[in-house]
């Protein structure tokens, strides 16, 4: 007999999977607990209300089946919310009609929270924890554990509250009629929620479908059928359940779980409406209510139990047969997917089952087709007797395999491999074979291509190495075993650690896991043959993998000579490469086009610009804007490295200027030399050039140095000749004076031509500073002090529109200078740089220590440590052309009358003579800044020239006069002789030394010039007198030192310089002083 077996569930009530997942909610859980209270609110109601005398007994109480149902498919974390969901809706349902006290609600609420709670517990813990009325297990256990003993608890507490409330009936009846309300509403609304819950979370779609139009033609069927029932008053309480029972039926078949709970509760629903309406003793003919009540709920009761036992069977038997059918769906599924080709055969040869791999193999349709066409017609002839031998085997009961070939229904020839096992009936009698196949055509031809590949692999002349995965070589070829010197078999037992240096066990599996990566590498490594000796080699290696295998083949060739070559080939490069970029002097390469190619450091450093920028230009290109030592531009044919290009002929020592980027124009030596290629042809030009930049300014500063030194020694000899004009028209305006007969008239005529005299003096001095040839008067001086001394003094000259700025060095700086020298040096430079702001400006004046090591950029400077002096003004500055004849006497910038051009030729003077220097850096808008450099040294000794003292002091001795300007000689003798001495003139060096012969015993003082001719100076004629009389005072008058200072350093004893001009009374005091105390003073002798 065929079991009655449902289709699936109509569309109307989606059949999914029945499965109560707490915790998972499809709604946040305020949501929930909101829709719980009104849930509880109107489930109250409609129960009151739906009850034929509305009082403390229901005829169901659907709110205990809602709690229960909403804690079982409710995670217990969240049974407070239904909990607290529970009392506000029974709150709202006492507050909108019941209006029971406080105490009897919350008791009665408080045992429905605890029925509910319990049963929950109690079904999860003995039945489910996640019931789903897959059995009639679960049904039985929710009707059992879920009302028959939970609500015990409720409907004691809720009799007694009736009882205390004034029910009428008794304690008895009250506790049975809440008992069977709160169980019924357990059967109707719990099965409800937990059958329909997991679709709760479904979105809902509006739309017709057969199977909704069944389920409501169901219902409504089910409404007129109990209407006409009731209507026609032929319905005895017995007799309700045959009216619904053929629609319950209806929907345990067609709709499961599901459809009964809709027609069980929609029922419960029309029977309390009837109870509403008064036709409640149309249904139960029982005399009161109260059995009446009783009466539907045992109807109801068991239309809702009942109906559920045979859907819930129906449900499970149904979903049984679906899940054999998916297993069988399943396993042939597996049997067409399988890949290889399974087959049953028949004792007698014919096909019984064969699955889609088969089908494809023999190239047919189905089945069918393969049963038509045969079996043994698809085997090739040359191996029908070994298939037929292996049919007999395994029809014997034993096993086998075959290698054959086939031909496909197309034609397609195939190899096959065949394991056949026989198949069984229930008698253990073998009925069938049963092959597993699989197509080895590929492998076959694998096979032959193997054995082809691997002939070509051990003739090839390359050497190859398969690596597994742990370093072992797997196999190698013949070219292998000949590079190393192994035999075959000795290398695949060996390790790439072992033949390979350069391969530790440690490296392997990081190189392993960069091929992975990669999929091939090629590098280069050292391996070690079977003699020890190593070789150098190249590797290309690639990773192959083979099912669950990976292997590495690894190219190996034999570069050790290549590379010793390429070692020699390199060190070359290198050395040249080294050469190239060490070497001072500039070098580039230039192809046939005179374009650069490759340029050295030196070149970047000397061009201003990198290899970058220098690669590409041409040597003719117009951005270098080459020039010739005259200025004039350089053409491009005339470029060294053109002139050897055209003429194939080394060019050197070509002297040309080029700009940098940024304007600095460098001086360069330039030789250029050809390239030739094997025929001769000139393919490249180098060219070399050194910076003479440097050594061109060295040479400027030592011609200029040098022209200094010329005007200066011209300006040294006009000032000596200048200083004897002087000194003698000084002297005899001076002995025109003391003449007293001379007349008034004439005294201020003399006055003004003296002070003209000693003007002219103060020009002539200038010049002996410029030319280095005045008297200093050396002492040693604080440098700071001095500089703060004379800047005092400048302020109030300067002007208030100059801001002066001093800053001096924290050290003591001694020096050994002329103080007056110093303050002229200070001051003509701090002038001149006010004139350079007649707008006004800032001038800084500032000194530190120097210490200065070679080398040196100017000639005249020298490594030591020095006094600095920085005076800087934020002036108009000067051009190159000024500063090349800045320090040139008369020479000046300034309108007529405002300048001499004797003030910085006077300053480079002082400076040299104080063995110093000086160094001048100025531009165009940028100011000016002189720097002095004075050497820190002890004092130099110099005897001073003793001030005029206010009388005139003579004597009686003899002193040997000896000048060969002869207007001097006279008139200083003529003074002499008025102050009472004995004079012996002489004009020159030899006529002195006659005079001192005959008369040197009488001798007590020598004046004696300087510079004499007949070849005796006047030093060498004081040191041979001094000789034969070491007492001899001797007095020197000259208009400049040098004599004394070179070999001397104005230290012999008993010497005294007098500079010319100088005025007679101060003479006086010398000679005075030289000849010791003598008589009381007395004045001149008159005419």
Known sequence: MTPLVPSPPPAMFPAGAATSVPGSPPWPVWVRGLIMTAAHWGGAEVSCLLTEKPNLEASYWLPSGLILGTLLVTARREWWVMVVALFLGDELFNLCGAQLPFMPWFVATAGNAAAGLMGAWLIQRFIAFRITLASVRELVGLVMLGGGVSLVVTATIGAAMARWLGSPASYREVWASWYGADLLGVILIAPLILVWHPTWARPFHWGWSPGRAEGLAMVAGLCLCVFFAVGQDRVLGVGMRYVVLPFVVWAALRFGPRGVTVVSLAVALLVGWFFLTGQGENVFRQATAHDRNAQLQVALAFIAFFGLIPAIVIAAQARTEAELRQERNFHQAIFDSEPEWVTVISADGGLVQINRAGLVVLEVADIAEARA?????????????????????????????????????????????????????????????????????????????????????????????????????????????????????????????????????????????????????????????????????????????????????AFVQDITEQKRAEDARRKSEEQLKLIFSAVADGIVVHDRDLAIIQCNASAERMLGLSAEEVTGRTSVDGRWRAVREDGRPFPGEAHPAAVALTTGRAVRDTVMGVHKPDGVLTWISVNAEPLRDARGGVTMVVSSFSDITASRALQEQVRQARKMEVVGQLAGGVAHDFNNILTAMMLNIQFMETDGRLPEEFRSPLDDLQGMARRAAKLTEQLLLFARRRVMQVQALEFNASITSVVKL????????????????????????????????????????????????????????????????????????????????????????????????????????????????????????????????????????????????????????????????????????????????????????????????????????GIWETRGAEIDLLITDMVMPQGLTGMALAQKLQREKPTLGVILMSGYNEEILRGHGGRTTGLTLVAKPFEFPAFAAVVREKLGPGPAPAGVAKG
Request: with cysteine.
């Open 373 to 553: 066409f045969g079996v043994m017609n698809f085997v090739l002839p040359l191996d029908r007797e070994k298939f037929l031998g292996l049919m007999e085997r395994v029809m014997a009961g034993g096993h086998g395999e075959l290698a054959y070939q086939i031909r496909g229904k197309q034609g397609t020839v195939r190899w096959l491999e065949m394991n056949a096992t026989p198949l069984r009936d229930g008698d253990d009698r073998v009925t069938a074979l049963l092959g597993v196949t699989r197509d080895v055509t590929a492998r076959r031809q694998a096979e032959e291509a193997l054995r082809l590949a691997r002939f070509t692999v051990d003739n090839a002349t390359l050497a190859m190495f398969w690596v597994g995965p742990d370093a072992g070589i797997v196999d190698a070829n013949a070219a292998a075993s000949r590079l190393l010197g192994y035999e075959l078999a000795e290398l695949r037992g060996l390790r790439v650690p072992d033949i390979d240096v350069e391969f530790s066990a440690e490296r392997w599996p990081r190189h392993w896991a960069d091929l992975k990566s990669a999929a091939s590498l090629e590098f280069q490594s050292r391996q070690r043959k079977k003699d020890g000796s190593l070789i150098d080699v190249s590797i290309s290696t690639h990773h192959l993998r083979f099912g669950t295998g990976e292997l590495s083949c």
């Open 794 to 993: 400048l302020r109030r000259l300067l002007g208030e529109h100059i801001a002066v700025e001093v800053r001096l060095a924290p050290e003591t700086l001694w020096i050994n200078a002329d103080g007056g020298m110093l303050d002229q040096v200070v001051m003509n430079l701090c002038v001149n740089a006010r004139d350079a702001m007649p707008e006004g400006g800032t001038l800084v004046i500032e000194t530190d220590l120097a210490q200065l090591g070679a080398p040196l950029a100017r000639a005249e400077a020298r490594p030591g440590r020095f006094a600095r002096l920085r005076v800087s003004d934020t002036g108009s500055g000067m051009t190159p052309e000024v500063l090349a004849h800045l320090f040139e006497p008369f020479f000046t910038t300034k309108e007529v009358g405002k300048g001499t051009g004797l003030g910085l030729a006077t300053v480079h003077g002082i400076i040299h003579q104080h063995e110093g220097w000086l160094e001048v850096e100025s531009a165009p808008g940028r100011g000016s800044t002189f720097t002095v450099y004075l050497p820190l040294a002890p004092a130099v000794e110099k005897a001073p020239v003793a001030e005029p003292r206010a009388e005139l002091r003579g004597g009686t001795e003899t002193i040997l006069l000896v000048e060969d300007e002869e207007a001097v000689r006279l008139v200083a003798s003529s003074l002499l002789r008025r102050l009472g001495y004995r004079v012996l003139e002489a004009s020159h060096g030899p006529e002195a030394l």
